[in-house]
């Protein structure tokens, strides 16, 4: 059966392109670093393909269609918004891995939509060429990438207990794979960002960190546990997209978590969060860090 | 007050040049295809996005729309529109440059 090896928490900052010298010298190069050493862990998981799960920033769906959440099984390219630093262009999927994932949920009551076409935004082209394509260049091999997006930008909202029921039908999916598919799975997101709003800028330090220590300790239950009238109150609308680190933890059997970095970065609007998460050994115990 | 057809015009004039063209030239006869009040024509046209915000319109849209066509797109001063305080716009402003 195929495996989901790994997984990782990381953000999807546009500002860090649009404004790239605005923080301090030491904040931004840990943060350019962080993602390097993302991509080192990853090329070192030996995997096979990537599911990166992002979210609409209301610029692919409109009100006329509002998924809650979508899988890309075909032609995939992008990113729609234009960042100077991010290259647009087709993306190689794992069509086949995809469309498995989508006839599997049929019998699992996950009724995927999707998209045959799809155009990722940056939630998806961040991850995937900060992380994937260096991992791509130490293997010496492409990292066919699905893209998974939850609506967590723009309401209807879809829960964080269906973000991580998506997790976990995700990873049942893949161990009905192929035996050799090593697959790792990245949750896109921001922790506490205010996006479009009076209070953008402000950076909520204390809610990151529970929410860090919440991946370190893989509570998917407490993660799972927040209102959204809390996220919105104590970490901002972008903050929403808790829901994508909701799905990637789901997806990971008995999680453990490694922060690799944090940068709470007011110039950049977001709380910035690295954490690898991995499969804890059967007997090994849990450390369980204060929330 | 009408969120989603506001949302719907927003929506638009973020991601469609045609629409964009449409409201620089006549920004009063483009929203004449939705089903607005006055009141939502008003806020859109003068740029209102503290109204917008109130009336449940989405902050990624007032943010899209004024960056891609407020006259002045500063988003300092789109920040002052929504009465931002000086201690949430020092930051941001900075980033931005603004």
Not at chain 1, 166 to 182: K, N, T
Not at chain 1, 219 to 245: H, P, T, V, W
Request: net charge negative.
């Amino acid at each position: 059966m195929g495996k989901i090896v790994g997984g990782f928490w990381m953000p999807h900052d546009p500002v860090m392109f649009v404004a790239p010298d605005a923080p301090p010298l030491a904040q931004r190069e840990a943060v350019w670093a962080a993602y390097e050493a993302c991509a080192e862990r990853l090329a070192a998981l030996q995997p096979t393909s990537v599911i990166i799960v992002g979210c609409d920033h209301y610029i692919l769906f409109g009100t006329h269609c509002l998924p809650r959440y979508v899988i890309g099984t075909g032609d995939v390219d992008g990113p729609i918004d234009r960042l100077p630093g991010l290259e647009r262009g087709a993306v190689r999927n794992h069509q086949a891995l995809a469309t498995h994932i989508v006839e599997h949920g049929d019998g699992q009551g996950v009724d995927w939509t999707v998209a045959r076409s799809f155009t990722v935004d940056h939630s998806f082209s961040i991850p995937h060429q900060l992380v994937v394509k260096p991992a791509e260049a130490l293997l010496g091999r492409e990292l066919p990438s699905i893209p998974v997006y939850l609506a967590c930008g723009v309401d209807p909202y879809i829960s964080l207990q269906r973000s991580a029921d998506l997790g976990r039908q995700l990873r049942a999916a893949v161990e009905a794979f192929d035996a050799d598919e090593r697959v790792v799975i990245i949750g896109s997101g921001g922790i506490s960002h205010w996006v479009g709003t009076a209070e953008m800028g402000r950076v909520a330090e204390d809610f990151d960190r529970e929410i860090l220590a919440l991946g370190v300790n893989g509570d998917l239950q407490a993660l799972c546990a927040y209102s959204d009238e809390e996220i919105l109150r104590r970490a901002g609308n972008g903050a929403m997209e808790i829901r994508n680190f909701a799905c990637a933890l789901a997806a990971i059997e008995r999680p453990q978590g490694e922060v690799i970095a944090y940068e709470a970065v007011p110039a950049w609007v977001t709380g910035l969060g690295f954490v690898q998460l991995s499969v804890r050994a059967e007997h090994e115990p849990c450390i369980t860090l204060p929330t | 007050m009408s969120r989603n057809v506001m949302e719907r015009a927003l929506w638009q004039l973020c991601v469609e040049r045609v629409a964009k063209e449409r409201f620089r030239q006549d920004a009063v006869g483009f929203l004449g295809r939705f089903a607005l009040e006055e009141a939502e024509v008003r806020m859109i046209v003068e740029f209102d996005v503290a109204g917008l915000q109130a009336a449940g319109v989405n902050p990624m849209l007032t943010m899209g729309f004024w960056q891609e066509l407020a006259p002045d797109r500063n988003m300092s001063l789109y920040k002052q529109r929504l009465g931002a305080t000086d201690e949430h716009s020092a930051g941001f402003s900075a980033a931005l440059k603004g």
